[in-house]
């Protein structure tokens, strides 16, 4: 064979050596310890550096919503203390109310049974909503219905209050509640203890006499937020 040929052959088992040297894998990557799982349940096995930055990312979310859960259900169980606790205090405000001779009835059946109560000089507790207008002091049942009154005019809805002989408490919440730019306009909640009795109610249309409550007492307990 001419050395030419010789030459030109040998040049071809090079590259081709070359080019199968070239597709050859890649040398695998090491593996080291990994400890993969949370505090001393963490278990340590062999892995790569990926690998192992993948579980302990897997692991760690895991324990995120874990502790999310676990919040979430001591909050809740926060909650529900907190309610038990609220309609217990009520409850038995109420059991204290009722031993003291006073009716638990609503702002919607005293306006329909007021007649009948101030004949019987009834002794009622009423839970509601403080309002005082230019033209008196009000229960009204709801915050809906004391938005929906102007101040200024006479409320077509509520109890007409006489506060002047009540206790010193329920003159002090009343004086806070007229105070505050908000609540002198929505009213405050509360419950008032009184009797039930006649009194003349100024309305557009005149003096009228109508049943009201002569206040003795009022309270109020904050529900849980």
Same mark, same amino acid.
């Given at each position: 064979?001419?050395?030419?040929?010789?030459?030109?052959?040998?040049?071809?088992?090079?590259?081709?050596?070359?080019?199968?040297?070239?597709?050859? +894998?890649?040398?695998?990557?090491?593996?080291?310890?990994?400890?993969?799982?949370?505090?001393?349940?963490?278990?340590?096995?062999?892995?790569?550096?990926?690998?192992?930055?993948?579980?302990?990312?897997?692991?760690?979310?895991?324990?995120?919503?874990?502790?999310?859960?676990?919040?979430?259900?001591?909050?809740?169980? %926060?909650?529900?203390?907190?309610?038990?606790?609220?309609?217990?205090?009520?409850?038995?405000?109420?059991?204290?109310? %009722?031993?003291?001779?006073?009716?638990?009835?609503?702002?919607?059946?005293?306006?329909?049974?007021?007649?009948?109560?101030?004949?019987?000089?009834?002794?009622?507790?009423?839970?509601?909503?403080?309002?005082?207008?230019?033209?008196? %002091?009000?229960?009204?049942?709801?915050?809906?219905?004391?938005?929906?009154?102007?101040?200024?005019?006479?409320?077509?809805?509520?109890?007409?209050?006489?506060?002047?002989?009540?206790?010193?408490?329920?003159?002090?919440?009343?004086?806070?509640?007229?105070?505050?730019?908000?609540?002198?306009? +929505?009213?405050?909640?509360?419950?008032?203890?009184?009797?039930?009795? +006649?009194?003349?109610?100024?309305?557009?249309?005149?003096?009228?006499?109508?049943?009201?409550?002569?206040?003795?007492?009022?309270?109020?307990?904050?529900?849980?937020?």
């Amino acid at each position: 064979m001419p050395s030419r040929m010789k030459t030109v052959c040998m040049l071809g088992s090079v590259l081709a050596s070359v080019v199968v040297a070239g597709c050859s +894998l890649a040398p695998s990557e090491p593996k080291s310890a990994c400890a993969v799982g949370n505090g001393d349940s963490a278990a340590a096995v062999s892995l790569t550096a990926a690998d192992c930055a993948h579980m302990q990312g897997v692991f760690a979310a895991q324990k995120a919503a874990q502790q999310a859960t676990a919040a979430h259900a001591a909050a809740e169980a %926060e909650k529900q203390q907190a309610v038990r606790k609220y309609r217990t205090a009520v409850a038995a405000r109420i059991r204290k109310d %009722e031993q003291n001779g006073y009716r638990t009835t609503s702002v919607d059946n005293f306006e329909l049974n007021g007649p009948e109560l101030a004949r019987d000089r009834a002794k009622v507790s009423i839970p509601g909503v403080y309002l005082k207008t230019s033209r008196g %002091e009000f229960l009204m049942s709801s915050t809906l219905a004391t938005s929906q009154v102007d101040t200024t005019t006479t409320p077509d809805q509520g109890i007409s209050l006489i506060s002047k002989d009540a206790s010193r408490a329920a003159k002090q919440s009343f004086a806070r509640c007229q105070k505050d730019a908000v609540k002198a306009r +929505l009213g405050c909640p509360t419950t008032i203890l009184g009797q039930a009795t +006649l009194c003349k109610r100024t309305t557009i249309f005149g003096g009228a006499e109508a049943p009201c409550i002569a206040v003795d007492d009022s309270w109020y307990v904050a529900p849980p937020s």
